[in-house]
């Protein structure tokens, strides 16, 4: 778990969003929020984030479904809704939280986040990577 570990410390310590680390190598962090920041992990590393750790500020179902797509190893949020929770058991990831929520919110916490209401319905990780880069590109 050294990974998560640095990643973690990482994302306490930076003013950043989302920190990516393997083997002891810092692979990707960001300032980017919403999904926009793990959606251009992908782009940028693609194969090579299989067995990396993730500290992310914010992670719900569509997050989840990202990590399992990428085949990451262990997860740490600051915050965790309880449907990315299920997600990470079910695909056997690794994850620890701070904070844990029925659900993801919207910026303006008036609704759910955009993300999360398009990842609601999904199950299949491929499918929901291509559906939220689309929704993220409109």
């Known amino acids: 778990m050294l990974d998560l570990e640095i990643a973690k410390n990482r994302l306490q310590s930076k003013d950043v969003t989302l920190v990516i680390v393997k083997n002891g190598e810092m692979l990707f962090e960001t300032e980017e929020h919403k999904i926009k920041g793990f959606l251009g992990a992908i782009e940028k590393l693609g194969k090579s984030l299989e067995g990396s750790s993730i500290a992310d ?15 990451v190893y262990s997860v740490y949020a600051a915050v965790l809704s309880k449907e990315a929770k299920r997600i990470l058991e079910k695909y056997q990831i690794s994850h620890e939280w701070s904070i844990i929520v029925e659900e993801i919110l919207n910026l303006e916490k008036n609704r759910a986040c955009p993300f999360e209401m398009k990842a609601r319905n999904m ?12 929704l993220l590109n409109n």
């Open 57 to 71: 500020r914010v992670v719900g179902k569509a997050i989840a479904l990202l990590c399992v797509y990428s085949k």
């Open 123 to 134: 199950s299949d990780p491929k499918k929901t990577y291509f559906e939220l880069k689309r």
